[in-house]
């Protein structure tokens, strides 16, 4: 079982930025996922950002944050990070990351994808 652990979030104004870590441990081998999901109460958990690790690094953003979040690795630390940028009201949630050792359908933005969830840490952006 892959173990997830998330840091970094806090509290910004609007158009401020915000860097999360999500660090793996506890497995052998490699990963073929990572991604990180947000959620707000009363609301499904959705895909945020997601690198297919397996395939070379490539990179997967929701319409609602493409060209202000970058999601990125830094593999020998088995971590990837979420780089938010002009941040707004809206992007305010528990942000989750997630890991998935196999390649499964390929749907990224699908919670049933992951086996292995982080705790969450909050972002909240104020106007």
């Known amino acids: 079982q892959v173990h997830v652990v998330e840091s970094g979030g806090g509290s910004v104004q609007a158009g401020g930025s915000l860097r999360l870590s999500c660090a793996a441990s506890g497995y052998a081998g490699n990963l073929n996922w990572m991604a990180w999901f947000r959620q707000v109460p009363g609301k499904e958990r959705e895909g945020v950002a997601a690198?297919?690790?397996?395939?070379?690094?490539?990179?997967y953003y929701a319409d609602s944050v493409k060209g202000r979040f970058i999601i990125s690795e830094d593999n020998g630390k088995n971590t990837v990070y979420l780089q938010m940028n002009s941040l707004k009201p809206e992007d305010t949630a528990m942000y989750y990351c997630?890991?998935?050792?196999?390649?499964?359908?390929?749907?990224?933005?699908?919670?049933?994808?992951?086996?292995?969830w982080g705790q969450g840490t909050q972002v909240t952006v104020s106007s």
């Open positions: 997630a890991a998935d050792r196999n390649y499964g359908s390929g749907r990224w933005s699908d919670t049933a994808e992951f086996n292995s």
């Open positions: 690198m297919w690790i397996g395939g070379g690094g490539t990179t």
